[in-house]
T-cell receptor, first 113, second 113 residues
């Protein structure tokens, strides 16, 4: 019930491409869905987040699409750059649980020049 | 930009020894989290504090792990005795409002030999 499944495990795109990372969750009570970006040797950094009352949120080159009925959400990176090469984690939390984040397994993105 | 401070950055310890990690959250952040991240996986919550009180330690292996936040500011996570399977990145995070994401530190990389 608390799992978040993320795919793909790794992704390689060319500069300017649009990588898409997908996540699926089981617990319909989750009410907060953030994406984190992690560079080697660093802690995860919050990238963008969405709540289930909207279907899409865009911040700069990053867009979250949210499908409540399918219990899925995805991250799109427009005009990807080599500096976007990192590991991306989706997550979900439930306010009444004290906002403990349940993370996906991570996607290692490589953007080639 | 305010940061969550963690020390040490790296720790190598022998099996059965005791080890401790320290975290100083962003000033004013009442909520503090310790997460464990095994290589290639997403972080998993070990313990959550609200001020000096434990909110959630359901995933903390209490036979060997302990955590404290005595004055509601900085926190210490201890493992005694360490086991080979404890090798991981230990991440501390803090939040002003958990429902709007939180900030991770750079973590302590523990290797148990």
């Amino acid at each position: 019930q608390q799992q978040v499944k993320q795919s793909p495990q790794s992704l390689i795109v060319q500069k300017g491409g649009i990588p898409i990372i997908n996540c699926a969750y089981e617990n319909t009570a989750f009410d907060y869905f953030p994406w984190y970006q992690q560079f080697p040797g660093k802690g995860p950094a919050l990238l963008i987040a969405i709540r289930p009352d909207v279907s899409e949120k865009k911040e700069g080159r990053f867009t979250i699409s949210f499908n409540k009925s399918a219990k899925q959400f995805s991250l799109h990176i427009m005009d990807s750059q080599p500096g976007d090469s990192a590991t991306y984690f989706c997550a979900a939390s439930l306010e009444t649980s004290g906002s403990r984040l349940t993370f996906g397994e991570g996607t290692q993105l490589t953007v080639n020049p | 930009e305010a940061e969550v401070a963690q020390s040490p950055r790296y720790k190598i310890t022998e099996k059965s020894q005791a080890v401790a990690f320290w975290c100083d959250p962003i000033s004013g952040h009442a909520t503090l989290y310790w997460y464990r991240q095994i290589l290639g996986q997403g972080p998993e919550l070990l313990v959550q504090f609200q001020d000096e009180s434990v909110v959630d330690d359901s995933q903390l292996p209490k036979d060997r792990f302990s955590a404290e936040r005595l004055k509601g500011v900085d926190s210490t996570l201890k493992i005694q005795p360490a086991e080979l399977g404890d090798s991981a990145m230990y991440l501390c995070a803090s939040s002003l409002d958990p429902n709007y994401g939180y900030t991770f530190g750079s973590g302590t990389r523990l290797t148990v030999v």
